[in-house]
């Protein structure tokens, strides 16, 4: 049973553009989502993080919004460039001494130039 | 400084073969977790370690076994490896109390 669902599997972005991967959860016990970024040949990195009690979180061109009503989030990314270029992941972990990250299934993103 | 190692980098094995994948930390993490990785499937947790001297299953246990060997230490047996094993395994940690899960570069295992 997946439990993080997530959406495009791939997306293309011309330079200068904005891409917006979007994942949604069932699981109400969530309470922490983070996004990791995997270039290829690479492990996943951690990229930006977001708790329910906030409804965005900026890091650089990197924004994370959470709709805590609608249990979805979603990663946008300004500004794409070709470097961004990689596989990002979405996560949510359930905390209450689970040592468990539930991830997405991944979303390649290729930015053209 | 080297964060998360894994070996080796690649491995062929033949089915019913034997085989450890090794992994160290030395960020002085209590928690150690290996996922594998496949087409399409995300990364899915396979065992986990909270701290030295435990361990316990992931969501696809089937097939592995781990040992937390030190608090850096974190190793994953295939005892008789079959096809379905070909994946790329990643070793990660975190520190106590801390959600931020570190990475290592991987290891690319063919089952043939």
């Known amino acids: 049973q997946q439990q993080v669902k997530q959406s495009p599997q791939s997306l293309i972005v011309q330079k200068g553009g904005i891409s917006i991967i979007n994942c949604a959860y069932e699981?109400?016990?969530?309470?922490?989502f983070p996004w990791y970024q995997q270039f290829p040949g690479k492990g996943p990195a951690l990229l930006i993080a977001?708790?329910?009690?906030?409804s965005e979180k900026k890091e650089g061109r990197f924004t994370i919004s959470f709709n805590k009503s609608a249990k979805q989030f979603s990663l946008h990314i300004m500004d794409s460039q070709p470097g961004d270029s990689a596989t990002y992941f979405c996560?949510?972990?359930?905390?209450?001494?689970?040592?468990?990250?539930?991830f997405g299934k991944g979303t390649k993103l290729s930015v053209i130039p | 400084n080297a964060g998360v190692t894994q070996t080796p980098k690649f491995q062929v094995l033949k089915t019913g073969q034997s085989m450890t994948l090794q992994c160290a930390q030395d960020?002085?993490?209590?928690?150690m977790y290996w996922y594998r990785q496949d087409p399409g499937m995300g990364l899915r947790l396979i065992y986990y370690?909270?701290?030295?001297?435990?361990?316990d299953k992931g969501e696809v246990p089937n097939g592995y076994n781990v040992s937390r060997l030190n608090k850096r230490e974190f190793s994953l047996r295939l005892e008789s490896a079959a096809p379905s094993q070909t994946s790329v395994y990643f070793c990660?940690?975190?520190?106590?109390?801390?959600?931020?899960?570190?990475f290592g570069p991987g290891t690319r295992l063919t089952v043939t």
């Open positions: 990660a940690s975190s520190a106590q109390g801390v959600v931020e899960q570190y």
């Open positions: 699981n109400t016990a969530f309470d922490y």
């Open positions: 977001i708790r329910p009690d906030v």
């Open positions: 996560a949510a972990y359930s905390g209450a001494g689970s040592y468990q990250l539930t």
């Open positions: 960020m002085n993490h209590n928690s």
């Open positions: 370690s909270a701290s030295e001297g435990t361990t």
